[in-house]
């Protein structure tokens, strides 16, 4: 059965003043034939008007020609550039429905496609995805990356690796009496464990790739009335949480997202933490708590009309995460305490004072935190699950007691691998042996 032709709005729905519909597969020139279009030049922009089956005209456009197999998809494929309004889209999109073997796309079946013309890996395919998603630099930059191969390189090679210590392996086994190279099994189980290092430095990234795709989660915490809700309306300069001189303001966590110098970050305020003795905040309390423990980044924030009495419930939570800062700067008098000791960070939310510098230290540390701007981490917990199944398979391979129980392994390493790029075929084993040893002429 051959694939049926596909179309799709590709721009934003809505109004807008141009409007893309992709068509893909192998109706789509008769399709652009059907909605009068003369037969366009590959690749070049044609200007088009567009009827519909009684001749009525939907629009004054372009289109653009993607003859299979050089477009996205590997398949015949038109672009079609319309005015975008919701009248011409629905017109555009009823007169090619009504068209034989041309039906609406599913949600990613362009992508799918060009995936199953081998186009693009599965990693390439998720980093489009990622790209469409997109809200930060940094986002943007990883998935670009990601798109361009860097991942689908990394895997693919680590694959070959192990497919030709399997290979080797395979020979040890079969033929044992034939003219091996010498030192054959020493090799392959170096080669093994060399992979098996690359993997593990791989997964041993501090997960920098997925908080970057994913937002680096940053909590506030302190004693109540320290200012936490007013640092937090400060960052995302709204008021997102009610703020009053009452300790005990805060209950619930509150979140919000922002774009911190091109990293999303996500900041929860929490409720101040004390002994309340009222069930509900001593909920809010354990919520805090919580979060902080989970959280990426802590920013622990101290009631300068305490100073120089630090908080201890708050002091006691501070880590190698967590920046300090001492609130209400404005109401400490002995200026000399700004000098950076304790490590802490002087701020007033009300005055300005100290915000900007202490931004641009959480903005250091969140970049810390996520993608370093060069290699290629890893981004999803599918790539972690998959990496980490190959690595325990390649352990067992290794304290296998028999050569053939140790080849399954390296199997299972292998499919775990060709699981992450979307491959998975064994026949190119069979290929390596022969292309290395000429075994049995
Ligand atoms: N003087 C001074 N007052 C501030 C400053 N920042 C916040 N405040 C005041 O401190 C009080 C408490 O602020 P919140 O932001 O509600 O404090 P919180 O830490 O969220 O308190 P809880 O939600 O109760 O835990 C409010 O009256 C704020 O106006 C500051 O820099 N200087
Ligand atoms: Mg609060």
Redesign the pocket.
Same mark, same amino acid.
């Given at each position: 059965m051959t694939a049926a032709t596909i179309f799709a709005l590709a721009s934003a729905p809505g109004r807008a003043g141009i409007a893309v519909v992709r068509v893909s597969g192998p109706d789509a020139a008769r399709a652009i034939t059907a909605l009068g279009c003369a037969a366009p030049v590959p690749r070049r922009a044609m200007r088009a008007k567009f009827h519909d089956a009684a001749g009525t005209l939907i629009d004054d456009g372009l289109v653009l020609w993607f003859p299979a197999p050089h477009s996205f998809t590997g398949e015949d494929v038109a672009e079609l550039h319309i005015h975008g309004g919701r009248a011409v889209i629905a017109h555009l999109s009823d007169t090619l429905c009504a068209l034989p073997g041309v039906r609406p796309a599913e949600a990613g079946e362009f992508t799918r496609r060009a995936f199953e013309h081998g186009k693009l890996d599965l990693t390439q395919a998720e980093a489009l995805a990622d790209l469409i998603d997109a809200e930060t630099r940094a986002q943007q930059r990883q998935a670009l990356r990601q798109m361009g191969g860097a991942l689908k390189e990394l895997y693919d090679d680590w694959r070959h690796r192990l497919v030709q210590a399997l290979a080797h392996l395979e020979a040890v086994i079969d033929f044992p009496d034939e003219d091996l190279p010498q030192n054959i099994a020493t090799r392959l189980w170096d080669e093994v464990t060399d992979l098996r290092a690359d993997i593990s430095r791989h997964l041993d990234d501090n997960q920098r790739g997925e908080r970057t795709r994913e937002g680096v989660h940053v909590a506030i915490i302190?004693?109540? *009335?320290? !200012?936490?809700?007013?640092?937090l *309306?400060a960052l995302v300069r709204r008021d997102a /949480? +009610?703020?009053? &001189?009452?300790? !005990?303001?805060?209950r619930d966590v509150i979140e919000v997202h922002l774009d911190l110098g091109g990293y999303a970050v996500t900041i929860a &305020?929490t409720?101040?933490l004390r002994d309340a003795g009222d069930a509900i905040e001593d909920e809010g309390i354990r919520r805090a708590r919580k979060r902080a423990r989970e959280a990426d980044l802590k920013i622990a924030?101290f &009631?300068? /009309?305490q100073f120089p009495l630090l908080d201890a419930a708050t002091h006691a939570l501070r880590d190698a995460k967590t920046l300090a800062v001492v609130?209400? /700067? &404005?109401?400490i008098r002995d200026a000399k305490s700004f000098d950076e000791r304790d490590g802490l960070h002087f +701020?007033?939310?009300?005055?300005g004072f100290g915000v900007a510098e202490f931004l641009r230290a959480l903005e250091t540390r969140v970049r810390e935190e996520s993608d370093a701007g060069t290699g290629a981490p890893l981004s999803r917990a599918r790539h972690r699950v998959a990496l980490e199944e190959c690595r325990d398979s390649l352990d067992r391979a290794k304290a296998a007691p028999l050569p053939e129980l140790a080849a399954e392994d390296l199997r299972l390493a292998a499919r775990a691998l060709g699981r992450l790029t979307g491959r998975v075929d064994v026949d190119e084993i069979l290929d390596v042996v022969f292309r290395d040893f000429c075994i049995g002429k």
């Open positions: 302190g004693p109540p *009335n320290a !200012g936490k809700s007013s640092l *309306n /949480a +009610i703020v009053s &001189d009452t300790p !005990g303001t805060t &305020d409720a101040g924030l &009631d300068g /009309a609130n209400k /700067a &404005d109401l +701020i007033s939310v009300k005055t």
